[in-house]
């Protein structure tokens, strides 16, 4: 009750709190990017017609999103981190990805399911074959429903990249520690971060509200 806040190390380690959140925003970055391609490939597994591939992108999908992304984080480090050396930041990257990859599978699997199946069998009697009606007719009216939660998946990840500074990322979180250690300042610092992942989110959840209402518009 007696504690007496101190501002002032916001204002001397600013430098290292941008440098923190730029560094948290671009493993996110880059963990988005490889998560895409991992989820639409195990998406389009999900509703292959071959069960053995459905089975398969299913498990993954099943043990992935189990799995706590701090377990992840450190199996990879440690495990498969040490074997292939990879380092902390492709370490956290390739997580990140791994994680994400799974629920962006499930998000590709309901946007292809939520087309009706009468546009699939209109586009094989036309004769396509099943990869032509799925690249050219159903993945393009797919792609506009599971954009904007694809988007907000990014805002998930974000949030999730705190974690990264378990296996030694230099990311915000591991920044605000260090200035809680010289400081002890730590009720001034946590706070900080939650207001600059607050506004980081909420400046992106409104760009991607922006572009909901421009797709709505469209239809």
């Known amino acids: 009750m007696g504690y007496m806040f101190d501002w002032s190390v916001i204002y001397d380690n600013i430098d290292l709190f941008v440098k923190g959140a730029y560094l948290s925003l671009k493993i996110s970055a880059f963990a988005l990017l490889l998560s895409i391609p991992i989820g639409i490939i195990l998406g389009l597994g999900r509703v292959s017609r071959n069960k053995f591939i459905s089975w398969l992108a299913a498990a993954y999908v099943e043990v992935f999103r189990g799995v706590p992304l701090l377990v992840l984080l450190l199996w990879i480090y440690f495990v498969l981190g040490s074997m292939l050396k990879l380092g902390s ?3 956290a990257i390739l997580g990140l990805a791994l994680f994400a990859g ?6 590709v699997r309901a946007g292809i399911q939520s087309v009706p199946r009468g546009q699939m069998e209109a586009a094989r ?21 599971i954009l904007p939660p694809m988007a907000s998946q990014f805002i998930i990840l974000i949030k999730d990249s705190s974690l990264v500074s378990v296996i030694g990322v230099m990311d915000l979180t591991l920044y605000g520690r260090n200035i809680v250690t010289t400081s002890l300042r730590s009720l001034e610092v946590w706070s900080f971060i939650a207001l600059i992942y607050f506004v980081i989110t909420f400046t992106l959840s409104q760009i991607i509200r922006f572009f909901e209402k421009k797709y709505k518009v469209a239809e």
Do not use: C, D, H, N
């Open 89 to 91: 930041y492709l370490s």
């Open 102 to 107: 799974a629920f962006i599978a499930e998000i």
């Open 125 to 145: 009697s036309s004769g396509m074959t099943y990869v032509q009606a799925m690249r050219l007719i159903i993945l393009p009216q797919a792609f506009r429903k």
